[in-house]
């Protein structure tokens, strides 16, 4: 037997504290792939509040700790297109006076890539074991989209799922509004924007919308509960670990 | 203008408040996107034509000294004079005095982005010169006393019972029973007006949307044809530009124009193409017996070289603003300046000051799609990070949110630490949670709480969950 691919998770910040589920989702999904999975304690944030926010030397001190803590794996996989594409596109970006280190973040820039991203295009997924007998849209969020190219890979295993339709959304591409800090500095603008999100996820009919990035996922569910809406919210993860039984939607009461 | 920048917040609520401005952009913010959709999807080359106008105006930035004086000597060969202006009164300055010079009274004018960044209608009206704009869209604002709302569509905020309006306030000598509620009548009220406006005129005033060096040409584009009566009718012709509008060559320009017309209305060229050599030639059956060019700086050449040089590559085709989330959603004036959308948050700055336009490059959800339709691929997200590096640098930010950022910061570089008081958040605000499943209101999130709810936490941290699991393995 040859020996499993080493995988990293980045957790990232919001997973941690609001949606655990989606990493365990994730730990699954690399699982089924056969991925040894590590999750190395050294992590908290990629630094994006310090890197938009200007604050371009706690990005830095943020950013080598990452490299640091993800040293010698494989690969590193991130359940979100922003973070991701923090790691990949960005971090070598902060490094552009420091060869040295610019050098450490190249390199870890090339083994990092966002969960659906990685399952399909470097394990070669094409299908899960997942059922979830529901009608979802799916919401392509900017920096997986526009950074990383991720697109096709979501919805060609969510077409793998028993069960499951795909209703597409109309203008999947445009920004929910979330944005980072933006959405607090500017909240009635970011406002708008979740309101028109909202409004072609009602005009789709699904049950339930998807994304692979938690960030907008708690901008599109807060907004649609503000709105009294019934659709529900989840991480694509979820749906592809087949954990909609399990997990109760994003901003949903629980029962245990 | 008065930039009203600072006041941003303001000026968006108003803009979000405003029936007229969303029902104007609900129009025009999906038919611009998808003509230019279709415009690109008969032009296969169209990723590679990119790369060339990115080249082209590197390049020419890279060597714009050279071009300059390459352009300056091929406009006067051809019997041409430019004027060299700093800043925008210099510019105002050399308008005025070629004006003056032939003892104008009526200037018509072309479109011009420039010409608003120099505020020149206000001067030649203190000086007694009439300007009319000609531009249809312009010219309705004009009447309506306010700037444009857009760099391509100056109108686009407004409908057409607004238009109707306008003209019935100015044109008092017209029938008032007249009917003008379609737009086509209000064209043809518009034509009747202005044509004797273009014979009358003294001096034509246009922009450029490239100036060319190895011929000294000048070339603009419009749909309305305004802006041939404009350059051809008067006896003088003054075009005014900024620096980075060069090209080395009319190839290069052809190149830029089948980026243009494609990237800002979709058409594939637009109805008009005007190149301009200098004066009315011995023979020629028209044109100007002047041709002047006011080449304006006004802070371009203090970009080159720095983090902004980039911007300079902009074509000003409006595509950045016609994807732009933010944008259609508050319409240009909320901007406060003279440049809307993602370029003005770049490049106002750069012109006004950060401490003037400090929340333009901070309204952005760093999208990215500005720069992916941008057809000289312009970096416009990293470049408002740029100004908010310089912003938090300079202390230009609010202390509190510096604060709670570097405490943040603190923390999250002690993943100990951290990690515990994640889970003792995600504890808390998971049980207070529990019942409901999210927040409406929280202390210190009011910024988010106050158009959504708070999607309350699962109850643990992620980090503590795997710890527990890996414990319970061994």
């Known amino acids: ?256 | 203008m008065d930039p009203t920048s600072r006041a941003f917040i303001e000026n968006a609520h108003a803009g979000l408040a405003n029936p007229v401005l969303r029902r104007a952009l609900g129009i025009a913010g999906s038919g611009f996107p998808a003509r230019r959709a279709e415009a690109i999807a008969r032009l296969p080359e169209f990723e590679a034509l990119r790369e060339e106008g990115r080249a082209i105006k590197d390049h020419t930035i890279a060597h714009l000294d050279y071009y300059l004086e390459l352009y300056e000597k091929n406009v006067t060969a051809a019997g041409g004079m430019v004027h060299w202006a700093r800043d925008a009164a210099e510019a105002r300055a050399a308008v005025l005095d070629i004006c003056r010079s032939v003892d104008a009274k009526i200037v018509t004018k072309g479109k011009s982005m420039v010409a608003e960044e120099i505020a020149l209608n206000d001067h030649l009206e203190k000086n007694g010169i009439v300007p009319v704009e000609t531009d249809l869209g312009e010219y309705i604002i004009q009447l309506r006393h306010e700037p444009p709302s857009h760099i391509i569509a100056p109108a686009i905020h407004l409908m057409k019972e607004q238009v109707e309006e306008a003209f019935r306030a100015a044109h008092t000598e017209l029938d008032p029973a007249r009917v003008i509620a379609e737009a086509p009548q209000l064209c043809a009220e518009a034509r009747a007006i202005l044509r004797p406006q273009f014979l009358a005129a003294d001096v034509g005033i246009t922009g450029a949307n490239f100036l060319v060096a190895e011929t000294g040409s000048s070339i603009i584009v419009t749909n309305e044809g305004n802006g041939d009566l404009t350059q051809t009718l008067p006896k003088v012709h003054i075009v005014v530009a900024s620096l980075e509008k060069i090209v080395p060559t009319l190839e290069d320009a052809s190149t830029l124009l089948r980026l243009l017309a494609r990237s800002a209305t979709g058409q594939e060229f637009s109805s008009y193409t005007t190149m301009s050599t200098g004066p009315r030639r011995p023979g020629d059956l028209d044109g100007p017996e002047q041709y002047h060019v006011v080449l304006v700086d006004n802070g371009r050449s203090a970009m080159i070289g720095g983090e902004f040089q980039e911007m300079l590559r902009c074509l000003r085709c409006a595509a950045c603003l016609n994807h732009c989330p933010v944008y259609t959603a508050i319409g240009g004036h909320a901007y406060g300046w003279v440049y809307p959308g993602p370029m003005g948050a770049v490049l106002t700055p750069a012109l006004i000051g950060v401490g003037e336009a400090g929340h333009l490059p901070n309204a952005s959800s760093f999208c990215g799609r500005c720069e992916s339709v941008c057809p000289v691929k312009i970096p416009l997200p990293k470049m408002m990070r740029h100004w908010r590096e310089r912003q938090f640098a300079e202390r230009r930010i609010a202390p509190s949110y510096r604060a709670g950022l570097k405490y943040w910061a603190w923390v999250a570089q002690r993943p100990a630490l951290y990690h515990a008081l994640v889970e003792i958040k995600a504890r808390l605000l998971g049980w207070l949670g529990k019942t409901r499943g999210r927040f409406r209101a929280m202390p210190l999130a009011g910024g988010w709480t106050q158009i959504r709810d708070m999607p309350a936490p699962e109850g643990r941290s992620f980090h503590a969950l795997w710890a527990e699991r890996q414990r319970a393995k061994r």
Not at chain 1, 169 to 190: H, M, N, R
């Open chain 1, 1 to 256: 037997m040859t020996e499993q691919v080493r995988v990293a998770l980045l957790v990232t910040c919001l997973v941690d504290l609001f949606r655990p589920s989606v990493g365990f989702a994730a730990v699954k999904l690399l699982e089924d792939a056969g991925c040894a999975v590590a999750v190395p304690s050294a992590q908290t944030c990629c630094g994006q509040p310090a890197y938009n926010s200007g604050d371009k030397d706690d990005a830095r001190a943020i950013a080598r700790q990452v490299i640091e803590a993800f040293a010698g794996y494989d690969y590193v996989v991130v359940p979100s297109g922003s973070c991701a594409g923090m790691v990949k596109v960005h971090y070598p970006e902060l490094f552009g006076d420091e060869p040295a280190m610019r050098a450490k973040a190249e390199e870890l820039a090339a083994r990092t890539w966002e969960l659906v991203a990685f399952l399909v295009d470097v394990r070669g997924m094409t299908c899960v074991g997942a059922s979830c007998a529901q009608s979802v849209t799916y919401h392509d969020s900017c920096s997986g989209l526009r950074e990383l190219g991720v697109k096709s890979q979501p919805r060609r295993l969510l077409a793998s799922v028993e069960g499951l339709t795909l209703k597409e959304l109309p203008d999947a591409e445009i920004c929910c509004g979330f944005g980072g800090t933006f959405a607090v500095k500017y909240p009635e603008i970011s406002g708008k924007m979740a309101s028109d999100k909202v409004a072609d996820i009602a005009a789709t009919g699904a049950g339930c919308v998807l994304a692979g990035d938690l960030g907008c996922l708690l901008q599109i569910a807060g907004r649609l509960s503000r709105v009294g809406s019934a659709v529900e919210t989840r991480h694509v993860a979820e749906v592809l670990a087949g954990m909609t039984g399990s997990v109760p939607p994003i901003g949903a009461p629980r029962k245990d």
